[in-house]
């Protein structure tokens, strides 16, 4: 029995379509000292992962940012924390070098979705004050923000998109892109 995985420990879990988004960003801002798009783009990221690969979060998958360690495109991952769960302390998300707002999530079966956030997107976030900028990432639609490509193991047929599908998996899972948004900051 691994540290972590002791009997008796009482884990938390996300559910990702019933989350209070804007309590999400309120704690994933006292984390990481402000609010910015890129907190909050990685908290969306976060919880998109776990809706895509059916995962409660926190343990049981893992994370690998590759934004490195520059502000702002790092911030992304203190949001990835807080939305998955997955943190340096339990050893389930790791940084590396590369500068760029994408991050890979593998469960424990080994089914892994790998998601981009839009250069568009990203443009978006240089426009107005960090505020409103992270407002309209914390309302904008997942497929508007991001694209994703998703290996589903477990005999399910594998789904690889660039985007995300408007009409939910051919499995019968719902859209992630119903996931939901935060009202206002
Ligand atoms: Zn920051």
């Given at each position: 029995v691994k540290g972590h995985?002791?009997?008796?420990?009482?884990?938390?879990?996300?559910?990702?379509?019933?989350v209070d988004l804007a309590a999400?960003?309120?704690r994933g801002t006292e984390l990481h000292g402000h609010l910015g798009p890129y907190?909050?783009?990685?908290?969306?990221?976060?919880?998109l992962a776990l809706d895509l690969l059916e995962s409660p979060g926190y343990f049981g998958i893992e994370a690998e940012s590759e934004t490195g360690t520059v502000p702002p495109i790092s911030?992304?991952?203190?949001?990835?924390?807080?939305?998955?769960?997955?943190?340096?302390g339990k050893g389930n998300l790791r940084v590396v070098a590369g500068g760029r707002a994408r991050a890979r999530f593998v469960t424990t079966d080994g089914r892994t979705a790998t998601?981009?956030?839009?250069?568009e997107a990203e443009e978006a976030f240089r426009s107005g004050d960090e505020r409103s900028a992270s407002e309209r990432v914390s309302l904008a639609p997942i497929a508007e923000l991001f694209t994703c490509g998703v290996d589903l193991s477990l005999g399910r047929s594998a789904v690889e998109e660039?985007?995300?599908?408007?009409e939910?998996?051919?499995d019968g899972r719902r859209s992630p892109a119903r996931l939901?948004?935060?009202?206002p900051l």
């Open positions: 995985e002791g009997q008796g420990m009482r884990r938390r879990t996300v559910d990702p379509s019933r999400l960003i309120e907190l909050v783009a990685g908290i969306r990221m976060g919880l911030c992304l991952t203190d949001g990835i924390q807080i939305g998955s769960g997955c943190t340096t998601i981009t956030l839009r250069p660039e985007g995300l599908p408007r939910g998996f051919s939901p948004h935060a009202p």
